[in-house]
C-alpha cells in the first residue's frame, strides 16, 4: 500500500521548534519529489518547501527561509521539516506530499499525486 504517514505536529510556545516527519510506504521516498505544504483556518493550502530526488531543495514560503529546514533519511524512508523559531503565524495544518517526476519542485498542490493525513501546528503562549 502506498502511503504517507505524518507525525510530530503539536503546540509549541512562540519561538519554540517543532520537527514533522513524513514516513512512506510502497514506495522509496528518495524517488520521489516531495514537498511540505500547509493549510492556516480559512486560508488556502501553500507551499513550504520541497526536495527533489538529487537532494536539491527549496524553500517557497518567504516567511520560513531561515527558519525551516527540509530533509530526508532514505534509510528510514522519511522526509523531516525542522521548524525553528515559531511564530503564532505558523500555526495552521501541515501537509506533505509526493510525487514521481522529473528532478523538479512543485510549490502547487494540484501537482502532487500522494498526501500525508496532515499534522496539526499550534503556535500559542
Known amino acids: 500500500q502506498t502511503q504517507l504517514v505524518q507525525s510530530g505536529g503539536g503546540v509549541v510556545q512562540p519561538g519554540g521548534s517543532l520537527r514533522l516527519s513524513c514516513a512512506a510506504s510502497?514506495?522509496?521516498?528518495?524517488?520521489?519529489?516531495v514537498g511540505w505544504f500547509r493549510q492556516a483556518p480559512g486560508k488556502e493550502r501553500e507551499g513550504i518547501s520541497c526536495?527533489?530526488?538529487?537532494?536539491?531543495?527549496?524553500t517557497y514560503l518567504r516567511s520560513a527561509r531561515g527558519r525551516f529546514a527540509i530533509s530526508r533519511d532514505s534509510a528510514t524512508n522519511t522526509v523531516h521539516l525542522q521548524m525553528n523559531n515559531l511564530t503564532p503565524e505558523d500555526t495552521g495544518v501541515y501537509y506533505c506530499?509526493?510525487?514521481?517526476?522529473?528532478?523538479?519542485?512543485?510549490?502547487?498542490?494540484?501537482?502532487?499525486?500522494?498526501w500525508g493525513q496532515g499534522t496539526q501546528v499550534t503556535v500559542s503562549s
Open positions: 506530499a509526493a510525487v514521481l517526476t522529473a528532478n523538479v519542485c512543485h510549490d502547487r498542490p494540484g501537482r502532487y499525486s500522494h
Open positions: 510502497g514506495f522509496r521516498i528518495d524517488t520521489y519529489t
Open positions: 526536495m527533489v530526488r538529487s537532494g536539491g531543495s527549496t
